[in-house]
């Protein structure tokens, strides 16, 4: 009996052995790829440059969501139907249109070249990390999709019979236009497109190079390119006139406005034809040497992607996680995924990269970032990166204070060596502050005080961080009317509140440097919110210049991202809480504990709460800091995260916001938050798992694991092996803790699951 016991056993750790799924198995690239997502499904290394995504928002009325009617702002959603390329180098849950061009499509058939009749539906998709593939309806086309860091790989098996591969140059997500293509040899071509006008700059433009080597050589090939509509008689003469004009044979270089390259082939059946494709933001030369570098000659589609992988699960795999229920490692592994796209490598294979707003190109032995979505990202990712990729983070650090030295400014929304100006704060302060605090030193800090100080100080007319400050340093507001940067029109008091955080945390800085007089002026400004409290509306409340208050004024005008003045993108109750270096005055002001929980409890219960605003994301975390109310914030999370992040493609609720909400989420079911930008703390919640394992690198950290752990008790309680916590804990408690136990009790387990 005891020997048919253990054979028993045995069997069943054997099949448990062939059945564990690896962190990479949990990922669906399918999650956030519609209901505003705006993620996407597409190859894409940790990090990477490159990415290759399916393009279907154009080119059919059977799309629900198509770039060329609406506003858009992702190569792909979940719920259309029409595919008309791999886009090559996109953005990740972004709220403007750019990038996703260079779209490659394979066809059967007659060449035709307009993308509104060789678009096709498809079938049998399907995606993991590093790879996506599908099936071209109408032309019995099989594809799949892979990428390095640099390049990408398209691997189309085609049926018997004449194909074809094209290369569009005309279309894209941008709203800049032009190409220019030139053949380099029977299966090469090499060119560039112009990108840019990201969110409201029309000036924030950039070449984007490219060099394509298809796998075998062409029957026939050549270029295309629209002919303009012309009038009259020069209309009549011109046989092309308003049409695609195929140029066969034409071996030099083609440039326009809609552009095309393409390639036919008799083709035997289930014949695989490959196309590569590298890119530089640097030179078509560079673009050619990326890819030569990344793929090798004579290495194989299967290569490329099984690399993808491993390097998706080594990252991955830092965080390790065990118990709950498969959806909830789904959400959670496709949201670590997520925050690993963003900000993304600049640099080529030789280091080379351009320069921040300069015609310069310069070479680093680092990793060079790009895609700085600091509005965002400052509140959670970077913190994120800070504690599991600290590797990562400190190159992003030196990327930032880098580009300050190039331009004179450390950016806001940067995006391959151009700064947007796209949303509003001074969100590097806190994130470079929050970093240094949390013992990442190693960078250029001295530059990156000076930098600080200069859009802390310098005059509205020179300010290009703070175009608003003159008011703010005068009158500790900004008021109505004073300065609107971009379309979204008058976002005063989100300016404001933006300025305050930073402030804080320069005010830290400045003080732990000897600069008392500055800290103690940065100190004062942080405080200036309270001239924005209403007791009439119980919210912050945009200020005129004399110092009254907006009247009248509707504390839920701004919900749904309707425009109201003051505030942007959200209500003032998506703001009136966002002042989280000070709570205890917020409180104070609120008429005390009591009466502020009560008005906190009030924006969940009276759907108040936006879970895709990035100012009201930490609101849930704020209860825990009243000692007997640490349940509502374990509660409402645990309610947000079963809401909002699910396993399906409408599982993030709005923008992801280049990893920002999928930061909310890993840090939300680890059972920790960083509630305040620029200070090294966390917000202790419970976990979503029983036991997780995060892997810290040496490098930084003194130790190698910490793991938090959750089991059931007859009390509510943390603890660092032996020592009792509370629910908030330093970053260097954090990492030297080693574990971290999280005591439910059955009841608080109740409210929980």
């Keep these: 009996m005891k020997k048919l016991l253990s054979l028993g056993v045995s069997v069943c750790f054997v099949w448990f052995s062939l059945n564990a799924k690896d962190p990479v198995d949990w990922v669906n690239p399918f999650i956030g790829t519609t209901n505003f997502g705006t993620t996407n499904p597409g190859a894409v290394t940790p990090?990477?440059?490159?990415?290759?995504?399916?393009?279907?928002?154009?080119?059919?009325?059977?799309?629900?969501?198509?770039?060329?009617?609406?506003?858009?702002?992702?190569?792909?959603?979940?719920?259309?139907?029409?595919?008309?390329?791999?886009?090559?180098?996109?953005?990740?849950?972004?709220?403007?249109?750019?990038?996703?061009?260079?779209?490659?499509?394979?066809t059967t058939g007659d060449l035709d070249v307009d993308y509104h009749n060789y678009g096709t539906t498809y079938s049998d998709e399907h995606a993991s990390p590093g790879l996506y593939g599908l099936k071209l309806d109408k032309y019995g086309i099989r594809a799949e999709a892979t990428a390095t860091a640099r390049t990408g790989r398209i691997r189309f098996i085609f049926?018997?019979?004449?194909?074809?591969?094209?290369?569009?140059?005309?279309?894209?997500?941008t709203n800049e236009s032009g190409a220019t293509v030139h053949?380099?040899?029977?299966?090469?071509?090499?060119?560039?497109?112009?990108?840019?006008?990201?969110?409201?700059n029309p000036n924030a433009v950039f070449p984007l190079y490219f060099a394509m080597r298809v796998s075998k050589k062409p029957s026939d090939q050549g270029f295309w390119k629209f002919q303009r509509p012309k009038k009259g008689v020069e209309a009549e003469w011109d046989v092309d006139d308003a049409k695609y004009k195929i140029y066969p044979d034409f071996g030099k270089t083609m440039s326009g406005d809609d552009i095309g390259v393409w390639y036919s082939y008799d083709t035997e059946s289930e014949e695989v034809i490959e196309v590569s494709v590298g890119v530089s933001f640097v030179s078509e030369e560079n673009a050619m040497l990326n890819l030569n570098t990344e793929q090798a000659a004579g290495v194989s589609f299967d290569e490329l992607h099984s690399s993808a992988r491993k390097q998706w699960n080594d990252h991955l795999s830092r965080v390790m996680v065990e118990g709950g229920t498969d959806d909830q490692k789904t959400v959670f592994y496709t949201a670590l995924y997520h925050t690993l796209i963003h900000p993304s490598i600049l640099q080529d294979v030789n280091g080379q990269y351009p320069a921040m707003e300069s015609n310069e190109i310069l070479t680093t032995p680092r990793n060079r970032y790009t895609v700085f979505s600091l509005w965002d990202t400052y509140r959670n990712l970077h913190q994120l990166m800070t504690l599991i990729y600290p590797e990562k983070q400190i190159d992003m650090v030196r990327s930032m204070v880098d580009m300050y030295k190039e331009w004179g400014w450390l950016p806001k929304w940067e995006l391959f060596g151009?700064?947007?100006?796209?949303?509003?704060?001074?969100?590097?302060?806190?994130?470079?502050?929050?970093?240094?605090?949390?013992?990442?030193?190693?960078?250029?800090?001295?530059?990156?005080?000076?930098?600080?100080?200069?859009?802390a100080t310098t005059p509205g007319k020179d300010n290009l961080m703070r175009p608003d400050i003159d008011p703010y340093l005068e009158k500790g507001y900004i008021p109505l009317g004073y300065y609107a940067g971009d379309n979204s029109g008058d976002n005063s008091v989100s300016h404001a509140l933006e300025y305050y955080v930073a402030d804080n945390a320069l005010a830290w800085l400045a003080e732990s440097r000897g600069d008392a007089g500055f800290a103690k002026e940065l100190g004062k400004r942080a405080s200036g919110w309270r001239q924005y409290y209403s007791t009439e509306s119980g919210t912050l409340r945009p200020l005129n210049a004399d110092g009254s208050f907006l009247s009248p004024f509707n504390p839920r005008q701004g919900e749904n991202f309707e425009p109201v003045p003051g505030f942007?993108?959200?209500?003032?109750?998506?703001?009136?809480f966002y002042v989280p270096h000070d709570i205890d005055g917020l409180v104070k002001v609120m008429g005390g504990k009591r009466k502020f929980i009560d008005k906190l409890q009030t924006v969940f219960d009276d759907s108040l709460y936006d879970p895709a605003n990035e100012p009201d994301i930490a609101y849930p975390y704020l209860f825990s800091r009243f000692k007997g109310e640490e349940w509502r914030t374990s509660k409402i999370v645990s309610e947000l995260l079963a809401k909002h992040f699910t396993a399906k493609a409408d599982g993030i609720p709005g923008n992801d916001d280049t990893g920002t909400m999928s930061a909310w989420v890993v840090f939300s079911m680890m059972g920790l938050y960083p509630d305040i930008p620029g200070v090294p703390e966390y917000t202790l919640t419970t976990p979503a798992f029983d036991k997780i394992t995060i892997t810290l690198n040496?490098?930084?950290?003194?130790?190698?694991?910490?793991?938090?752990?959750?089991?059931?008790?007859?009390?509510?309680?943390?603890?660092?092996?032996?020592?009792?916590?509370g629910y908030r804990i330093s970053h260097s408690d954090l990492v030297n803790s080693q574990i971290l136990h999280f005591y439910i009790s059955i009841k608080q387990y109740i409210l929980c699951d």
């Design 568 to 576: 942007h993108e959200g209500c003032a109750w998506n703001y009136t």
């Design 159 to 173: 049926p018997k019979g004449k194909g074809n591969i094209l290369l569009n140059l005309g279309e894209g997500l």
């Design 418 to 455: 151009r700064e947007t100006f796209t949303m509003e704060g001074d969100p590097a302060i806190p994130m470079i502050i929050d970093t240094w605090r949390k013992g990442l030193t190693d960078f250029d800090m001295e530059s990156a005080y000076a930098a600080m100080k200069k859009s």
């Design 47 to 106: 990090n990477g440059l490159m990415s290759v995504a399916p393009f279907n928002v154009m080119g059919s009325d059977i799309n629900r969501y198509d770039k060329d009617n609406r506003w858009w702002s992702a190569p792909y959603d979940n719920t259309n139907s029409y595919f008309t390329g791999f886009s090559h180098v996109n953005l990740s849950g972004v709220g403007c249109p750019e990038l996703s061009s260079l779209l490659v499509m394979a």
């Design 183 to 200: 053949r380099i040899s029977d299966t090469e071509v090499a060119g560039c497109k112009l990108m840019g006008t990201f969110c409201y």
């Design 698 to 725: 040496t490098d930084y950290y003194d130790k190698e694991t910490l793991v938090i752990e959750k089991q059931i008790s007859n009390l509510d309680r943390i603890k660092s092996r032996e020592k009792e916590l």
